[in-house]
């Protein structure tokens, strides 16, 4: 059963709470159901210390408690997404559900965690051409960005059509043999261009976009912050044209 503890999204609102648990508990007397869990989600646990998570988490406690008195014994009891596990212990209950920081990423909007998180995913691409540029060129669509010097332009084969975001049009991070470079110009579709200066970037070699910070990479925080949006986008958009490896315990 899940209780609206003050997200106003999915759940028995409080006022509806004790309707819905009687009615439960009076379909499990009758041998219809079993009711195995009661459950809300919290608005704001990305701002550990805000007032609403005592006051979220204070409501569901009620709900259980209203749950417990009309003889419901549920084994799962539970409110906390990654915002919670990660920074507040009153939230916990009986389990979490985590949701980004299974990513690695970090769901506190200054890119910072209490508890270390490691980026479970990397995204790679073959850098498909490169090509030496003379000063002055127009790159990509509305030719926003222009050649200062003779160059070289590395081509990407990414674009918004596998998720990568528009939005991060002259901005989105990317590493190429050890040195990082931002994208040059618009995303289009299914690409879209560095400017490489002089280093020795050769078609087929490895473009990261986002994965690990200790490994030198961009990470998806970067992204996110590239794009004006939030980690959790950077890694669920990503469409059906980027294959997936699975490697560690996940391979096995
Ligand atoms: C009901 C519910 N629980 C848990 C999560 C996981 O949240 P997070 O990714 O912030 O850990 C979500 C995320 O959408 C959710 O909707």
Redesign the pocket.
């Known amino acids: 059963l899940k209780v609206d503890s003050g997200l106003g999204r999915g759940g028995a609102l409080p006022g509806d709470w004790q309707r819905l648990v009687d009615q439960a508990a009076a379909a499990q007397s009758a041998g219809h159901l079993d009711v195995t869990g009661v459950w809300s989600?919290l608005a704001r646990?990305n701002e550990p210390g805000h007032p609403s998570i005592a006051a979220q988490t204070a409501t569901f406690d009620a709900a259980v408690a209203y749950a417990n008195s009309a003889g419901l014994e549920p084994c799962h009891v539970h409110l906390a997404?990654?915002?919670g596990?990660l920074a507040s212990p009153d939230t916990w209950f009986t389990m979490v559900?985590?949701?980004?920081?299974i990513y690695g990423v970090t769901?506190f909007p200054d890119g910072a965690s209490p508890v270390e998180l490691v980026p479970a995913m990397t995204l790679r691409a073959t850098v498909a051409l490169a090509k030496r540029a003379p000063a002055g060129l127009g790159v990509s669509y509305g030719h926003t960005y222009t050649t200062e010097r003779e160059t070289t332009l590395a081509l990407v084969p990414l674009g918004y059509g596998d998720g990568i975001p528009r939005h991060a049009s002259g901005r989105g991070p990317v590493l190429v043999g050890g040195q990082r470079f931002r994208i040059a110009g618009r995303v289009c579709m299914d690409q879209f261009v560095l400017d490489v200066g002089d280093a020795a970037v050769h078609a087929g070699d490895v473009a990261v976009l986002f994965g690990r910070a200790d490994r030198g990479e961009p990470t998806a925080y970067d992204w996110a912050v590239a794009a004006d949006t939030i980690g959790?986008e950077i890694v669920t958009r990503l469409g059906a044209r980027v294959s997936r490896t699975y490697v560690g315990e996940v391979a096995r």
Request: net charge positive; no cysteine.
């Open positions: 989600h646990s997404n990654s915002g596990a559900r985590p949701g980004i920081a769901p959790y």
